[in-house]
């Protein structure tokens, strides 16, 4: 069974830009998770997407959102990005909702110059 | 709030045994995630506590204690490949991640 997959791995953004980033799932996962991991602040969870919607929300701003498609893949959108988004994003998905055994991706490293 | 708390960084020399102790204060706790994150890639399931007591899987172990607020992973007959970083994740909806401790294994 292939695993979780995301892209890009690698991105340069300049401040001010949006991005978004993709995630496809384990066949058969619903649930869609995603972190930011940066090294003082370990894996913070930004949001779960489960059936396309929404079901858990993170601590950060409104520049930040996700969305879920009837396949489960998911994305994630950040706008007006700040040099404080530099980080590995990683997401991860399971087959329930809510805190379950998860599979994560490679992540997708983000630079903001 | 939530809160999980573990060591930054911890060494060990091959072959002996570490423990890496994490503590938790949460509400609506259903169970303990430990995950095992090589630098540069992504982690990787080791084990789940959702009960009081100690889960044996080969050389890995997981120990938890609800009514203390704590766990820990013990790494027995320690390997160069165990230098990781080691991630406890309280399970409450959703899971709440520390920030992971680094471990570093010498020859």
């Known amino acids: 069974k292939a695993g979780v997959t995301q892209t890009p791995r690698y991105l340069i953004k300049t401040r001010g830009q949006q991005v978004t980033l993709s995630c496809s799932p384990i066949?058969?996962?619903?649930?869609v998770s995603w972190y930011q991991q940066t090294p003082g602040q370990g894996l913070q969870f930004l949001f779960e997407?489960?059936?396309?919607?929404?079901?858990n929300k993170g601590n950060f701003p409104g520049r930040f959102s996700g969305r879920q498609f009837s396949n489960s893949r998911s994305e994630m959108n950040v706008s007006t990005l700040e040099l404080g988004d530099s980080a590995l994003y990683l997401c991860?998905?399971?087959?329930?909702?809510?805190?379950?055994?998860?599979?994560f991706g490679p992540g997708t490293r983000l630079t903001v110059t | 709030g939530q809160n999980i708390d573990q060591p930054t960084e911890m060494t060990a020399t091959e072959g002996a045994i570490v423990q890496i102790n994490c503590t938790y204060q949460?509400?609506?706790?259903?169970?303990l995630f430990w995950y095992q994150q090589h630098a540069g890639e992504a982690p990787t399931f080791l084990s789940y506590?959702?009960?009081?007591g100690l889960e044996e899987k080969g050389r890995f172990s997981s120990f938890l204690s609800r009514s203390k607020g704590y766990s820990y992973l013990l790494l027995k007959e320690l390997q160069m490949k165990d230098s990781a970083s080691y991630l406890c994740?309280?399970?409450?909806?959703?899971?709440?991640f520390g920030t992971g401790t680094r471990l570093q294994v010498f020859p």
């Open positions: 997407y489960f059936s396309e919607t929404q079901r």
């Open positions: 991860a998905s399971s087959l329930a909702a809510g805190g379950g055994e998860q599979y």
């Open positions: 994740a309280a399970s409450i909806d959703k899971l709440i």
């Open positions: 949460t509400s609506g706790f259903n169970g």
């Open positions: 506590n959702v009960l009081d």
């Open positions: 066949s058969g996962h619903r649930s």
